[in-house]
């Protein structure tokens, strides 16, 4: 089994590279999305985001992930809370997916902020996604967020030089989605000849 990172900014297309390796047999895993499934109504990380950030970041009694955001991207101090709240959690999560995964896959975890979390993973490889801040920036505002949005984000953010500096393979996705496919395809090549020299 080969365990592997996918980093990238907001805005860089880990999303569709991580849709086009899972078309090629990966199993991926995004973190986002276990960030949503700890914090959900009920479980443990529910609870105690509430009780560190109160109840102004409830809507309907669910967490409103716009209003948390707005918060603790204000806010180093706060946005550092709530890691050390959600990390261990979704650690926990995606190495339960590890264990169930069979022996020989390939396992990818999307991950944006793996530089920012100090590496408290273990990854056999790992994988940085880069696009030009303008690419980005033009690509976040069609998805609806204001420039102080996305300047908020892109400042809280490791910059794509800071990520590489810990990548094994750098995917440069400011071209075309012949071109990223191309490109991840021939990762994935290497990603299968490292695993099977395990």
């Known amino acids: 089994m080969l365990i592997v990172a996918l980093t990238g900014g907001i805005g860089s297309g880990k999303s569709t590279v991580g849709a086009i ?16 499934e700890i914090v959900e109504r009920g479980s443990e990380g529910f609870n105690l985001v509430v009780a560190e950030f109160g109840d102004g970041v409830l809507k309907d009694g669910e967490i409103n992930r716009s209003a948390l955001g707005e918060l603790v991207f204000a806010d180093q101090s706060k946005l550092g809370k709530l890691e050390a709240i959600t990390h261990p959690l979704i650690r926990k999560a995606f190495s339960q997916i590890v264990e169930q995964s069979a022996k020989d896959s390939i396992v990818i975890n999307q991950i944006p902020l793996l530089f920012e979390s100090k590496h408290q993973y273990n990854f056999d490889l790992v994988i940085a996604v880069s696009a030009s ?26 910059s794509d030089s800071q990520r590489e500096s810990i990548a094994d393979y750098v995917i440069d996705n400011s071209g075309d989605l012949s071109a990223l496919t191309q490109e991840v395809e021939g990762v994935w090549h290497l990603l299968v000849s490292a695993n099977k020299a395990k």
Do not use: C, M, W, Y
Not at 134 to 155: D, M, N, P
């Open 21 to 36: 390796f899972a078309g090629l047999g990966a199993v991926v895993v995004d973190s986002d999305q276990l960030a949503r």
């Open 133 to 158: 801040e303008s690419v980005r920036i033009e690509r976040l505002l069609a998805r609806g967020l204001s420039q102080a949005q996305i300047k908020a984000r892109l400042t809280a953010q490791a």
